[in-house]
C-alpha cells in the first residue's frame, strides 16, 4: 500500500509538471486544439478578409480570452524547443489576430517585432531553414505594424537606428516575395510599401 | 551491528571497487562531455527573447545521451541492457515529436490587417487620403473608423476587376481604380504562377507536366473575369489542387 501511494502521488507530480514543463509533443496537442478552436471563432467574426465583430455568432471577448491564451502557450512551446519553427509560426500568426482584435501598445507590438526577429534569426543560422521565407514574411509584418504604431503614438522613437532596422525588414521581406503566395503576398506587399515610406519619413 | 552484517557490507564494497577499478574513467568521462555538448546556432544573443526553459527537449535528450553512454561504461548487471532502453526511448521521442510537428500551421485565408497599418496606408495614399483622411485623426480614429476602413482597404487590395470597383467606389478616381485592379490581378497570377511552379517541381513525369500546365492555363483565364480572391476559399479551387495532388 505504500508503494502505491508513493506511486500515485509520482505520477500526479509528473502530470502537474507536464501542464507547464510538458515537452513538445505534448504541448503541440493543447495548441492544435486551441489554434482550430481560435481560427473557427476568428472565421465566425469574418465576412471574407474582414472583421465584424456584431456578426451573429461572433463572440469576440471569447476570442480575445483564447486567443491571448493560445498566444501564451505557443511561447511555452518556443521555450520548450526554440529551433523548431512550429511555436513561432502559430505564436506569429494568432499575434496578427490580436493586433486586430484586441488592445493595441507599443510594448505588445515590441514583443511582436523581437519574436519576429528571433525567429528569422534562428532559421537563417538552421542548416534547414526551411521555414525562413515564412519568418521573413513576419519580419517585414511585425515591423512594420511596430513602426506604424511608434508613426502614431511615439514618433520620437523612429529614429536613424529605426531606419536601418525598416530597411533591413523591407529588403529581407521583398527576398521573400517569390516564396509567398495568395493573400500573405498582398500584405507582405503592403508591408514592404509601408516600411519604405517609413523609412523615407526619418 | 551484528559482525556478519559488516562482514557483507565489506565484502559489497570490496567488489563495487574492484569493478569500478575496472572503468576506463578518462574514456568515460569524455564520451560522456561528447554525448551531452550542446548542439549551437550562430545566433547573436540578443536576438532571443524567449529563452529555451532548462527542461527543454535539447536538455532532456542530451541528458539521455550523456546516461545512455555513461551506462556503457559500467560494469554491473541490467546497466548494458538500459542503454538500448534508453536509445529507444530517444528514437521514440523523436519520431513522436515529429509526428506532433508535422501539421502546417497557415490557416488563415486572409491576414487581418493590421489597424496602424491601415491608418498609415489611408494617410500615405492621395486618393484615400482624399475621400477617407478625416476618419484617420487623432480625434476620429477608433473602431468605428476601422470598420469602416477595413473593408474599402480589403477592397482594393483584393478585388482584381475594375468595373466592380468601380461599381463600388463611383466617387474614386477611374485610373487609380483602375491601376489598383490590375495591381491585384497581376499580384493573384503571380501566385497562381507560384503554386503551378510548386506543383511542377514535384511532378514526376512529362505527362503529369501537360496536365498541370493544362489546368492552370484554364485557371489563369478565368481570372479577368473573377471579382475577387474568392478563389483562394473556394471549394472548386480546392478539388482542382487535389486532383493535380493525386496524379502527382
Known amino acids: 500500500m505504500r508503494f502505491l501511494k508513493g506511486a500515485i502521488i509520482a505520477l500526479s507530480l509528473g502530470l502537474f509538471a507536464c501542464a507547464s514543463i510538458a515537452p513538445t509533443p505534448i504541448l503541440m496537442g493543447r495548441v492544435d486544439k486551441l489554434n482550430t478552436e481560435v481560427h473557427q471563432r476568428y472565421l465566425d467574426c469574418s465576412e471574407g478578409a474582414n472583421y465584424v465583430p456584431t456578426l451573429e455568432g461572433c463572440d469576440p471577448e471569447t476570442l480575445e480570452t483564447k486567443t491571448i491564451k493560445l498566444m501564451n502557450l505557443t511561447v511555452e512551446l518556443v521555450k520548450a524547443d526554440y529551433k523548431q519553427p512550429q511555436g513561432y509560426d502559430v505564436h506569429l500568426e494568432i499575434s496578427l489576430i490580436y493586433f486586430r482584435i484586441a488592445e493595441r501598445n507599443g510594448s505588445a507590438y515590441t514583443r511582436a517585432e523581437l519574436i519576429a526577429r528571433q525567429f528569422f534569426e534562428m532559421q537563417k543560422a538552421s542548416s534547414r531553414g526551411r521555414a525562413l521565407n515564412t519568418a521573413r514574411y513576419y519580419l517585414t509584418h511585425f515591423t512594420a505594424a511596430h513602426g506604424t504604431w511608434q508613426y502614431h ?35 507582405l506587399k503592403q508591408a514592404i510599401q509601408v516600411l519604405g515610406a517609413l523609412a523615407g519619413l526619418i | ?217 484554364s485557371l489563369k483565364g478565368l481570372f479577368p473575369a473573377m471579382n475577387d480572391w474568392a478563389l483562394f476559399n473556394s471549394e472548386g479551387f480546392d478539388e482542382v489542387i487535389d486532383i493535380i495532388d493525386t496524379i502527382l
Not at chain 1, 162 to 185: D, T, V, Y
Open chain 1, 153 to 187: 503614438y511615439a514618433i520620437q522613437q523612429l529614429n536613424a537606428l529605426r531606419r536601418s532596422e525598416f530597411l533591413f525588414a523591407q529588403n529581407e521581406g521583398k527576398i521573400a516575395i517569390p516564396h509567398i503566395e495568395g493573400p500573405r503576398l498582398v500584405r
Open chain 2, 1 to 217: 551491528m551484528p559482525a556478519s552484517i559488516l562482514v557483507r557490507i565489506r565484502q559489497a564494497l570490496s567488489s563495487i571497487w574492484r569493478r569500478l577499478k575496472l572503468i576506463d574513467w578518462i574514456g568515460a568521462v569524455f564520451a560522456i562531455i561528447k554525448a551531452a555538448k550542446k548542439e549551437t546556432l550562430d545566433v547573436d544573443e540578443k536576438y532571443i527573447v524567449i529563452k529555451p526553459r532548462i527542461l527543454s527537449d535539447e536538455n532532456y535528450l542530451r541528458g539521455v545521451s550523456a546516461l545512455k553512454v555513461a551506462l556503457t561504461f559500467v560494469p554491473f548487471p541490467g546497466a548494458q541492457i538500459a542503454g538500448p532502453v534508453l536509445a529507444l526511448g530517444e528514437v521514440g521521442f523523436k519520431l513522436w515529436k515529429r509526428i506532433s510537428l508535422s501539421r502546417e500551421y497557415d490557416q488563415l485565408e486572409f491576414p487581418p490587417v493590421d489597424p496602424n497599418m491601415l491608418r498609415f496606408f489611408v494617410q500615405l495614399d492621395p486618393e484615400l487620403a482624399k475621400h477617407y483622411g478625416h476618419l484617420t485623426t487623432p480625434e476620429n480614429w477608433g473602431e468605428d473608423a476601422m470598420q469602416e476602413l477595413e473593408p474599402v482597404f480589403n477592397d482594393l487590395s483584393f478585388l482584381t476587376n475594375f468595373e466592380m470597383l468601380r461599381a463600388k467606389y463611383p466617387h474614386f478616381d477611374h485610373d487609380y481604380l483602375k491601376d489598383r485592379a490590375a495591381e491585384n490581378l497581376a499580384t493573384l497570377q503571380t501566385s497562381l504562377d507560384a503554386i503551378e511552379q510548386a506543383l511542377l517541381q514535384v511532378s514526376q513525369s512529362p505527362e503529369t507536366n501537360a496536365n498541370i500546365r493544362g489546368a492552370f492555363e
